[in-house]
């Protein structure tokens, strides 16, 4: 079955950086979009971004350009998700989902599956 | 504060019909698909509509979306205990070229 796996907790301190792994399984890795979301404790969804693990070209947020780097590994078929910089309100579980709607249509977005969340503590 | 509105709670009780809104502007639900999502606690977002009215397979038909100008819902028919879930409205925003996701709605069955 489609499934994404991620990489456990991690803690950090501010200003380092943090580097969260998705592997993909029961499908092939480069026909679709990933995207990274974020939910911070107790709050709702943000999206941060998303790789074309084909090409590697990549689309961030406004919000997260200059701070985030997502990369993909198709000899493995896991995509990537770097946050620098860290401060105190990057604390979030941070999901990567798979885009399963029309490649060619930027508008069309429905992540399915999502992976489990891997949470990121930024603490001092 | 969420490109896209949705009110932050809603309720009903076993059996009844549940609606949840979605408030967007002509950049983004007037001129692309909606998207719901279901979160149960402790748990990864689950996608329950797509393309403003698609079920996945596996998803009931108890679960129906529907769109009209700048406005969305999600509604829950014959609503059940399993049910009580955070629920997200998503969609393509062309102003901001990405994905922006409304507050979230958390429904309680009472």
């Known amino acids: 079955q489609v499934q994404l796996v991620q990489s456990g907790a991690e803690v950090k301190k501010p200003g380092a950086s943090v580097k969260v792994s998705c592997q993909a399984s029961g499908y092939t890795f480069t026909d679709y979009y990933m995207h990274w979301v974020r939910q911070a404790p107790g709050q709702g969804l943000e999206w941060m971004g998303r790789i074309n693990p084909n090409s590697g070209g990549t689309n961030y947020a406004q919000k997260f350009q200059g701070r985030v780097t997502m990369t993909r590994d198709t000899s493995i078929s896991t995509a990537y998700m770097e946050l620098s910089r860290l401060r105190s309100d990057d604390t979030a579980v941070y999901y990567c989902a798979r885009n399963r709607g029309d490649v060619v249509v930027v508008s069309d977005n429905w992540f399915d599956p999502w992976g489990q969340g891997t949470l990121v503590t930024v603490s001092s | 504060q969420s490109v896209l509105t949705q009110p932050p709670s809603a309720s009903g009780t076993p059996g009844q019909r549940v609606t949840i809104s979605c408030s967007g502007s002509?950049?983004?639900?007037?001129?692309?698909?909606v998207y719901w999502y279901q979160q149960l606690p402790g748990t990864a977002p689950k996608l329950l509509i797509y393309r403003n009215s698609q079920r996945p397979s596996g998803v009931p038909d108890r679960f129906s979306g529907s769109k009209s100008g700048t406005s969305a819902s999600l509604a829950i028919s014959g609503l059940r205990s399993e049910d009580e879930a955070d629920y997200y409205c998503a969609v393509w925003d062309d102003s901001l070229s990405g994905v922006v996701f409304g507050g979230g709605t958390k429904l309680t069955v009472l």
């Open positions: 002509s950049s983004n639900i007037e001129s692309n698909y």
